[in-house]
């Protein structure tokens, strides 16, 4: 009985004016707590933008992690180095928050292990292949334009295959998963997508 | 006696052995012991992309005009022929690979790419200016070589 008077009192004093602080100390202290819930929010975003945070993960550092550190955007020429979160999480804040809310799947997935073997991975590899192809190609593969725009290629500079099917590409409308598929992994199993570059077919 | 034979096979073992295991061992890790670490690669650079080079001989497997750095050949996929199936080969401009690559062991003619064949790089390979490792007198066939 005592104990809910209490409550209740607690409850209808956070209501009631101030009569003790000014407005401004009150504004102030809110003012306080809100850059460090922003400040906290941020430097959570920061850190699983970090590509550590990716592969601590073991399924990402076993599979993906391994395949993408003996490619082009792991170690090149100039030292430039594309990081996971570089090509799968985008720049733009909306954007972002989207990407960040649809990876609580992924962890409801980790908890379930749906992917926590090679094998299994292997087994879901295509899917979720399939899932990045998509959103690349609705967003105009943004997050490669980050980095690479075709406005600031030098076409003359490029390898012969390079400038033939980019100068075709691009007056076509096409994007760059449409032929960079596999630009940082190993391909998942392609018999359904490709049967004509695969063993069997 | 029995004594003696023995002596000698055995001395002459020893004496053949050491003059065999004198010889220069000729493999591509030369004179390094098993022990120490090979020598450093030599840095290959590779020939910038070109049309299709001459071929030497009518059978020669086509040398690679472009670079395949990170072109992957496994069970999931096989990166050349995303460009060199007949499938795919006009959509990428390329040489669409040749009906000898559909046949099969026992000589039936497959619809799709031969497990043989399957592997490319078996048989063709990209072209750098390097040493040549064994020393040759070869020709190309002049007939072939365009004028």
Known sequence: MNQETKKAGWWSALWRPSVRYSVFSLLFIGFVIGVMFWGGFNTAMEATNQESFCISCHEMEENVYKEYKNTIHYSNRTGVRATCPDCHVPKEWTHKMIRKIKASNELWHKALGSISTPEKFEAKRLELAQNVWRTMKETDSRECRNCHSFDSMDYTKQARRAIQQHTEGFDAGQTCIDCHKGIAHSLPDMHDVDPSAVIGG | ?147
Not at chain 2, 29 to 35: A, E, L
Not at chain 2, 68 to 75: K, P, S, T, V
Not at chain 2, 108 to 119: G, T
Request: net charge positive; glycine share 4%; aromatic share 6%.
């Open chain 2, 1 to 147: 006696m029995k004594h003696l034979l023995r002596w000698v096979a055995v001395t002459l073992c020893c004496v053949l052995g050491h003059s065999v295991m004198a010889e220069e061992v000729a493999s591509l890790r030369g004179g390094t012991n098993i022990n120490d670490p090979s020598l450093p690669a030599e840095i290959i650079r590779w020939q910038p992309e070109s049309a299709p080079l001459p071929r030497d001989y009518v059978q020669q497997p086509p040398l690679i005009p472009h670079k395949i750095e990170g072109y992957q050949i496994n069970l999931n996929a096989n990166k050349c022929l995303t460009c060199h199936s007949w499938a795919n080969y006009k959509k990428a401009n390329a040489t669409k690979i040749s009906p000898t690559h559909f046949r099969g062991r026992d000589g039936i003619e497959l619809a799709n790419v031969s497990a043989r064949r399957y592997f490319c790089t078996q048989c063709h390979v990209p072209q750098a200016n390097t040493q040549p490792l064994v020393g040759n007198s070869f020709e190309s066939v002049e007939l072939l070589q365009p004028r």
